[in-house]
């Protein structure tokens, strides 16, 4: 099947598939409101086989050191596959499954499996890695991109709320230090702990009320721009696949799942 973006539709909700970009969700409209920042690098893309920052790009696996591309120097992040097209295995009204084999720099072979799924109040997005040949470590997460105003006044800009039980301590590299302090107030580029699992609210007062959540306990939180906010779940921290990495093996695929529910106000 072709790269060419699909849409999916349920109720009055729309969400723009981009599978030559990235594997990405290029657009959700809700009430023809657009949630989702635009343009070639935005919207929503999964983030695989790692997330956020690896330090200086390099990551161990063994005895063996990986080194990683450094597109943000000097650190590598978010992965490899947004910049990969990807293959769409099946689609319908509502649904899109997409695949990606993982090809090089990244050191091993591997499938990625996406599963883009709308109803009328909610888009559930699903990703998992599988190997057929030797185990390796790996992160998997998505980044989106939600604007902070969905075109009305200033007082529609969105509000960010959340109970983490911990944020990971920043260094000056942008990585975590390896201490957990309590959260502190905003603007983050941070990650914070949930451990029952990402529960974040995102509220555009008089519009709309989204809640992002996941059965993974880590979520990014970056509002340091004027356009958006990204509220990322993710399967580890940053710098993950050397502090706290989950292994792929052929008997036990890495998977992740978020669900971004929303009501009206």
């Not at 343009?39 to 005895?63: L, Q, S, T």
């Not at 591309?69 to 947004?82: D, F, Q, S």
């Not at 609210?201 to 809640?211: D, H, I, K, S």
């Amino acid at each position: 099947m072709s790269d060419e973006d699909i849409t999916l539709t349920a109720g009055d909700a729309e969400v723009t598939v981009q599978p030559g970009n990235g594997g990405r969700v290029g657009g959700l409209r809700v009430g023809g409101a657009e949630l989702l920042r635009q343009g070639e690098r935005f919207g929503c893309f999964p983030m695989v086989p790692w997330c956020g920052r690896i330090r200086d790009g390099r990551f161990r696996d063994g005895a063996t050191v990986h080194q990683m591309p450094l597109n943000a120097p000097p650190h590598a992040i978010h992965g490899t596959v947004r910049d990969g097209a990807w293959r769409v295995a099946r689609s319908s009204a509502d649904e899109a499954v997409l695949t990606y084999d993982l090809v090089e720099p990244w050191p091993h072979p591997g499938r990625v499996t996406q599963i883009v799924a709308l109803t009328e109040d909610a888009l559930t997005l699903s990703m998992a890695v599988e190997t057929y040949e030797s185990s390796f470590p790996a992160q998997i997460g998505w980044h989106p991109w939600f604007n902070r105003n969905l075109g009305g006044g200033a007082d529609e800009e969105v509000r960010i709320d959340f109970s983490p039980a911990w944020q990971e301590e920043r260094g000056d590299d942008h990585l975590p230090t390896g201490n957990r302090v309590e959260p502190k107030p905003g603007p983050w580029d941070d990650c914070f702990g949930m451990p029952d699992g990402v529960d974040v609210t995102l509220t555009w007062p008089g519009r709309l009320e989204l809640t992002v959540t996941s059965r993974e306990q880590w979520v990014v939180v970056y509002d340091e721009q004027e356009a958006a906010v990204c509220v990322e779940p993710q399967t580890g921290p940053p710098n993950g696949l050397n502090t706290l990495p989950r292994l792929v093996t052929p008997l036990e695929p890495l998977e992740a799942t978020t669900t971004w529910r929303w009501t009206r106000l």
